[in-house]
């Protein structure tokens, strides 16, 4: 069974559909990649713990997110060092997302989920 999916460092230029993720994916990085098309977090799978899509160039600028799953831990968006994509603002929810200040490692920081 398909647990984790780990992307990186690609100069892949495609639409990013997360809906179609397996749903028992428990971890999707895709980081530092080029990426075309919107990016929604509404229909994730509900056993998905981490995901990280930081360092891709998204051009858009606000992400609707709902239904977030409930074993979700780590959002990894936003790169506030070195900013790549355009996105600015999350909107709908009944989970906010808070941009922390602390740095989890070197470039990467954690959007908290809470309730």
């Known amino acids: 069974m398909l647990q984790g999916v780990s992307y990186a460092l690609?100069?892949?230029f495609?639409?990013?559909d997360l809906t179609g993720l397996p749903l028992n994916v428990r971890l999707f990085s895709?980081?530092?990649?080029?990426?075309?098309?919107?990016v929604t977090l509404?229909?994730?799978?509900?056993?998905?713990r981490h995901l990280n899509i930081v360092?891709?160039?998204?051009?858009?600028?606000?992400?609707?997110?709902g239904n977030l799953p409930e074993e979700l831990q780590e959002l990894?968006?936003?790169d506030m060092n070195k900013p790549?994509?355009?996105?600015?603002?999350?909107?709908?929810?009944?989970?906010k997302i808070y941009l922390e200040s602390r740095v989890y490692s070197n470039t990467f920081r954690k959007i908290a989920l809470r309730k």
């Not at 360092?55 to 997110?65: A, F, G, L, M």
């Open 10 to 12: 690609q100069s892949t």
């Open 14 to 16: 495609c639409f990013l």
């Open 30 to 38: 895709v980081w530092e990649n080029l990426f075309n098309g919107p």
């Open 42 to 48: 509404t229909q994730l799978p509900r056993k998905l």
């Open 55 to 65: 360092r891709t160039s998204i051009e858009q600028r606000v992400v609707y997110y």
């Open 76 to 78: 990894n968006i936003v």
């Open 84 to 95: 790549t994509n355009k996105i600015t603002k999350f909107e709908k929810s009944e989970k």
